[in-house]
């Protein structure tokens, strides 16, 4: 089972525009990471936020942590083509695995 | 090599028959993951490894699954009578140590098509 659900589904962008995608999930949490998957390729990591933490930057990309809405969104800033591809979140539910969602495909037109 | 390694990238079998899916961790990793990933959807835990032990198997469909990791580095996915419903990309991902201390390292995936 999936415990993280992301919103929206699908995203489409212009080239520069800021890119949104969140995620809410429902058991108390250890971690939670974003993951970005191209289009038949494997997942990349992109960033890991702690239970303790709320904020957190990496390059053009900020991570909000709502642990009482049990609720995260990552932001793309200044998106660009690239950036085109399917965005997942993980939770650590202090167990042995990361559970992940659905994911956001995330579309940016040049 | 410098990441995870999966093979084969892409497999075709008939319903009924057996596979095997290979992954090469990062050496180094203790902990290795198998995911099962179908068509717009997000990736399904399948087992976790510790080592040489499944420290956890709680994601495998059935008993028509197994894994092993018998020297704690490359592990083998094991499917029996495979079904048409078994066809889905099959991910590997190891880590340095167990996933609440960090990060995942995914391989490609080896893509099963069960006609």
């Known amino acids: 089972s999936q415990q993280g659900e992301e919103d929206p589904q699908a995203l489409s962008i212009q080239e520069g525009e800021n890119a949104t995608m969140n995620c809410s999930y429902k058991?108390?949490?250890?971690?939670l990471q974003w993951y970005r998957q191209n289009s038949g390729r494997g997942l990349v990591h992109l960033i890991l936020i702690r239970s303790n933490e709320r904020e957190k930057h990496s390059g053009r990309l900020r991570v909000t942590l709502d642990t009482s809405k049990k609720s995260s969104s990552l932001l793309i800033t200044a998106s660009r083509a690239a950036d085109t591809a399917s965005y997942f979140c993980a939770t650590d539910a202090w167990g042995n695995k990361l559970v992940f969602g659905a994911g956001t495909i995330l579309r940016v037109k040049s | 090599g410098a990441g995870v390694s999966q093979t084969p990238s892409n497999k075709v079998t008939e319903k009924g028959k057996y596979v095997e899916l290979r992954c090469d961790p990062i050496s180094g990793h203790t902990a290795l993951y198998w995911y099962r990933q179908s068509l717009g959807q997000g990736p399904e835990f399948l087992i976790y490894f510790q080592g040489t032990g499944a420290a956890d198997d709680s994601g495998l469909p059935n008993d028509r699954f197994f894994a092993v990791r018998p020297e704690g580095s490359v592990s083998t996915l094991k499917i029996q009578r495979t079904e048409r419903g078994d066809s889905a990309v099959y991910l590997c991902a190891s880590s340095l140590t167990r996933a609440n201390t960090g990060e995942l390292f995914f391989g490609e995936g080896s893509r099963l098509t069960v006609l």
């Open positions: 058991t108390s949490i250890n971690n």
